[in-house]
């Protein structure tokens, strides 16, 4: 299984709503990561997990709440959105550096959520 | 502040034509240099680059990484029609945890 999967592939919202993005791996990956992407730009980091610890924060405002309940799960919820963060959000996993060869440190992307605030 | 730049940022080929892209970066501990492929949704994953002036190559796709002049090359050659993507280029840092620093991407547009 080679596989991040992220849940739900589509997701639309009001600004009073809380919502949660769930994404999972089984590859044994210790550190996972949620990456926002606008259209036409490139994914910016959010916040980084290593060994179920949150490692990187960046500096996203609170109306989103990560969450690493286990080494294979990763959620993000989100309350009192803006339409501004209507984004692809992207969930990645891989090994920590150091743990193994440098080559098997390489991002795992899931499909990502659309994620649409009315 | 680190920073990774893409050129260019639109090409657009016909099919059987070679492409280059080009990433320069300027970064603090760098540790390697990735490319990935976006066509609609989830990036895949194509190159991963350590060592200066080894280039590493899957079928028509080939990379390459000049750490002293901090960029690196992708080479399509041959291309067709489903090369069309965003082309990103990353660089991995390590900041307490790893993170991969994006490039704006080059969207690339290969006619028939």
């Known amino acids: 299984d080679t596989e991040v999967t992220q849940t739900p592939k589509h997701l639309v919202m009001g600004m009073t709503n809380k919502k949660s993005l769930k994404c999972e791996q089984h590859?044994?990956?210790?550190?996972m990561y949620w990456y926002k992407q606008k259209a036409k730009k490139p994914p910016e980091l959010m916040f980084v997990y290593s060994y179920e610890k949150l490692s990187i924060n960046e500096s996203v405002p609170s109306r989103f709440s990560p969450e690493c309940p286990n080494s294979s799960l990763l959620n993000l919820h989100l309350h009192a959105l803006q339409p501004e963060d209507s984004a692809l959000y992207l969930c990645a996993s891989n090994t920590p550096p150091g743990q193994t060869t440098q080559t098997n440190e390489k991002l795992f992307f899931g499909s990502g959520t659309q994620l649409s605030v009315l | 502040e680190d920073k990774v730049v893409q050129s260019p940022l639109s090409l657009v080929v016909h099919e059987g034509d070679t492409v280059t892209l080009n990433c320069s970066y300027e970064?603090?501990?760098?540790?390697?240099l990735l490319w990935y492929k976006q066509e609609k949704k989830a990036p895949t994953f194509l190159f991963m680059l350590?060592?200066?002036?080894i280039e590493k190559k899957s079928g028509r796709l080939s990379s390459i990484l000049d750490k002293k002049e901090l960029f690196s090359i992708l080479n399509i050659t041959a291309t067709q029609t489903g090369d069309s993507a965003v082309y990103l280029c990353a660089a991995q840092i390590i900041q307490g945890a790893q993170k991969l620093v994006f490039g704006q991407g080059t969207r690339l547009t290969i006619n028939p």
């Open positions: 970064v603090t501990n760098f540790r390697s």
């Open positions: 590859m044994g990956h210790r550190a």
């Open positions: 350590t060592s200066s002036g």
